[in-house]
Structure formats: C-alpha cells, structure tokens
C-alpha cells in the first residue's frame, strides 16, 4: 500500500512489524516522532513504551528489557547519543540485541537540534570505549529508512549485538512516498535446545542465529560488563580475554559478506570514483546526472563494518576518489585507508545545517 | 520530468499542512514520485516559512528544491526573501491582499479574501490556494487534492476544506481566463 510517510514515521512504522515490544526513550529534536508514534502503538501491540528520566536510563532500559527477551529499540539525537555510549558498549560486551536510532542533527553539544548533519558517523562505530563489535546502516531516504529499520532488527537479533540506524534530520522530517510492504518476515531468537544445567550463556556457538536464553526465562545466566568467561563470570586472566575479545570480534568479520550492503553504480571508463552515504548521496547522485563525464559511484547502506575491499577494488587504478558529505570529512577519512597508489582523495564538505547542493558537488566533478 | 514548488508564507499559515495535501494527492492518488520538506523549528515561527515540494515522473535524488519551477508567496517576507529565487522560466503566485510588487510576470491571486468572503475562515487560505494552482498548472488534478484532503483533514473541518479548494478551483479557472484573454 502506497502512504506518504515521514522518515521517522516510516522508522517507528518497522519497527512494530520487525516486533520491537519495548521502547524506552527521551524525546530529542530532530528524534521525537519516532518516540510519539511508539508510545501510541506500542501498548496496542501488547507492547510497553517507558520514557525515562534521560539517555542513560533509556540505554539501559532497553538493554534490560532485551535481556529479558524482548526485542527492544530506542531512538535519540546527538547529545541523547552521546550519554547512550556506555550502555552501547554494555550492550556490546554482554551480547545482548538492542537498536538504536540516531537521527543525526548539528553538533557538538546542543549543536543545531533542528538542522540535519551527518556528524556522528564516526561515533556511531567508535563511541563507546574498547574494541567492540557494531552494525551501522545509514538509509538515504523514507522508503530505505522503513527497510533498513526492518534489517536492524533482525541482524541485532541474530548476531546478539547492538545495530545503530543513523538518519539524519532531512532523512526524519523529510515525507515520501512508501509501498508498504503486506507481510514482513521476522525472525525470532532461538531459545536454548540443551537443559538449563548444560546451558552456557556465552558457549563456542556463537554465530547467525545461535540460540540464547533470556532472563528469566528458566536459565541460569549472569551478565556483566566485565570481561568473563563462557559462563557469564568474570576473569582476569589472559588467554580467557583473548577469548573474550575473539568472539565479539569474530561476531562480525565472520559475517562481513553477510553485513556488506552498498548501491553501486560502475563505470569502466571513469577515471573518478564517487563515494558517498546517507541524505548527502541524494546530492552526489544528482550531480552524477548533471553532468556527461563518466563517473563511478558507491553508496553505503551499511557504513560499519566498513566496506573496505569493495572501495579498494572500485577505486583502484582511478585518478580521483570523490568523497561528499555533511560534516568536516569523517567519511573521508575512512575511504583514504583503502585506497592505493596516488589516487587523488576530493573531499566535498558542508557543515551548515543545510543539505549540500548537487551544484556544490558538480564543482569538483 | 521534475517539478519543484516552493509554498511558502508565515508561519501558521497552514504551508506545511499544504505541502502535505499536495504531495499526498500526487503521490498516493497520481502515482507519481514525490518528496516533501520543509522548514523547521524557530525558523518556521515567525518570519518566512516554507514547505516544499519535489513532484516527478521518475526517481526524486536531491530532495529539496534548488531552482523552483513554481513558487506561492503568502506574506511580503516570504515573497521578498524567495521570488529571487526562482527559474527563468518559473510561475509566482502570489496573495493579492499581503503581498504588493510592481512585478507583472507576478500572478497575484485573492486567496486569503476568497477564503474570508467566501468559506468565511481565513484559516483555508492554503487550501483555496491548492484548488487554484491545480485550475491553472498540470501539477495535481483537483479530485485528488480533495481525496488527500479527505485523508489529512479532520472530519469536522472536511466540509470547510472541500469548500475551500472549490472556491480556489473557481478562482483559478477566472484568473487564467483573465490573464489570457
């Protein structure tokens, strides 16, 4: 069915269907309609929407309530974001599924809460301390924010990790049309197939779609930040916490083939190489159609795990590798790492609370 | 082919509400591709708001109107700030009671004393405004703003509203004719 829909609306809307039945959250400009559209629906799911006292309480409420078997979500800005950090890497650390929402506005700090950026990218992925395992998908519009909601979702779900979708405030506030899907497909955490006195939390199968019990669900389990053992305890001694760091590590290069997601539009014959993310590449593809030269371009859907070897092989060989987006260069930055030989990186950037311009990125075209 | 409208006024005008009817009728009731923006926050209190909307036969990449093929200016700072602004070749429509300009190419348009004499509540402004520029541009059939509004609007108000966009088709249709002749 064809709606015209928000982009947040479009995000609380998959988030019911992917079966989110808990949100806890603070309301934050440019965020909030995600929050007032779950808070609405939610109880008549059968679901609960709890609004708490601030982001740290928000984190931790949905950890807990997913802890508990609940697949949970919450959505937030920038400074909302940045209190979430500790409770993204508990969530990291313990294994436990949650999606959280960042609709990026101007920073730092209170920054430009009613004008879009795309300011976090770099903390999406490295905002919490420590090495830690974390999907990133970044959608360019309504119809791929419902999408990408939905795939959230399910890779928390079956990876047991914390996905973060970043949208932005063009991407929130903005309306299109969506076909909504009739039927959508969820998958449902496996519970454990062994006894509860054979079960262990954090046991060797730990892969898309291991099983894993939930708090009171009649297992023994116990969870902590601190780095433990397969049981769930605490240990300080040095091959259990390589162990440790090589399963949350494991957790996603195992599946990067699976996590890869981009739009890409090749050219043989362009000696330039267009990479871009989010609402920014609706510019950059624009000005792809403006102009008559040949032009490579790569969109990413899912910015983390990077897609390291696939802009290696694009870019390989091309005299420029255009980089466009809405912030000081932290895509660029990234993109540089794959790139070989004298490969010229052009870095396009704004950083105003306004969308760039096709016309801004035709320039350096 | 894609057409960029920019509608644009003071905040409480009802531009965002009209944004949304209009990309809704386009959109869901013509089949065509559709965004809509606008702007948000303090700016859009006071001052010269503005709601837009991107209307195409195929896929919509930038999202926000960079050369505006249609604009309709509600108050004197909005169409001060935003008639420079436009395409060569682009329409101004413009409300003849609170704007005033020497311009000719500008079409100036009784929506808001069409909405007051006529519906009798200024508050349909928007909507007159809707049922002329779907008289006097290709962009919307008058039937499909009425099917959005009868989705967007509150059914108390739905009459009101219906009114208001006949009128506006009315007033459309005799302007052009006018202009024209």
């Known amino acids: 069915m064809r709606r015209l829909v928000s982009g947040n609306e479009a995000c609380a809307e998959a988030a019911l269907r992917a079966g989110i039945r808990f949100f806890g959250g603070y309301p934050i400009t440019p965020s909030t309609e995600i929050a007032e559209l779950m808070a609405e629906e939610l109880p008549r799911v059968g679901g609960v929407f709890m609004q708490m006292e601030d982001e740290i309480a928000s984190i931790m409420a949905i950890v807990g309530a997913s802890a508990a078997g609940v697949p949970s979500m919450t959505a937030t800005s920038g400074p909302g974001f940045s209190l979430m950090q500790e409770g993204i890497g508990y969530a990291a650390m313990t294994e436990i599924p949650v999606v959280v929402v960042d609709v990026m506005r101007g920073g730092p700090a209170t920054g430009l809460p009613t004008k879009g950026s795309q300011g976090d990218l770099q903390q999406a992925r490295w905002g919490t301390h420590g090495d830690h395992p974390v999907v990133v998908f970044a959608p360019r519009g309504v119809e791929e924010t419902f999408a990408l909601t939905l795939r959230a979702v399910d890779v928390s779900e079956r990876l047991r990790v914390p996905v973060i979708l970043l949208t932005d405030e063009f991407i929130g506030h903005m309306r299109e049309i969506v076909s909504f899907p009739s039927r959508v497909e969820v998958y449902h955490r496996q519970r454990p197939r062994v006894a509860s006195s054979e079960y262990v939390h954090y046991a060797e199968e730990n892969n898309y779609n291991a099983p894993y019990a939930s708090y009171g669900g009649g297992y023994a389990i116990h969870l902590t930040g601190l780095t433990h053992r397969a049981d769930g305890f605490p240990i300080n001694d040095a091959p259990t916490i390589r162990w440790n760091n090589e399963r949350l590590r494991a957790k996603i290069e195992d599946n990067l083939a699976y996590l890869e997601d981009n739009y890409i539009d090749d050219d043989p014959d362009a000696d330039t190489l267009i990479v871009a993310v989010g609402s920014s590449a609706r510019s950059a593809y624009e000005a792809k159609l403006l102009t008559d030269k040949p032009l490579a371009y790569i969109r990413l859907l899912t910015l983390w795990p990077f897609p390291d070897a696939t802009i290696h092989r694009l870019a390989r060989g091309r005299k420029r590798v255009v980089v466009p987006e809405m912030n000081d260069g932290q895509l660029c930055r990234e993109v540089q790492r794959c790139l070989s030989g004298d490969t010229e990186l052009v870095s396009v950037t704004r950083n105003d609370g306004s969308m760039l311009t096709p016309q801004e990125v035709l320039e350096v075209l | ?181």
């Open chain 2, 1 to 181: 082919m894609r057409t960029e409208i920019r509608l644009s006024g003071r905040g409480g005008q009802g531009l965002i509400l009209a944004g949304i009817v209009l990309a809704e009728a386009c959109g869901v009731y013509e089949d065509k591709q559709v965004v809509q923006t606008q702007s948000y926050g303090p700016e859009a209190r006071g001052g010269a708001s503005r709601a837009e909307v991107i209307i195409s036969d195929g896929q919509i990449r930038y999202p926000q109107a960079y050369d505006p093929d249609i604009l309709v200016a509600l108050s004197q700072p909005a169409f001060d700030r935003f008639a420079p602004k436009i395409k060569k070749s682009g329409l101004i429509f413009a409300d003849s009671f609170y704007v005033h300009t020497d311009r000719k190419d500008v079409v100036l348009m009784p929506f808001s004393e069409t909405a007051r004499n006529e519906i009798g509540r200024e508050v349909v402004t928007n909507v007159v405004m809707l049922g002329a520029l779907s008289a006097v541009t290709d962009i919307v059939k008058l039937e499909s703003l009425k099917k959005a509004l009868k989705h967007r609007v509150r059914s108390a108000f739905l009459d009101l509203n219906l009114r208001a966009v006949d009128a506006g088709y009315k007033l459309g249709k005799e302007i052009w004719k006018k202009r024209s002749s």
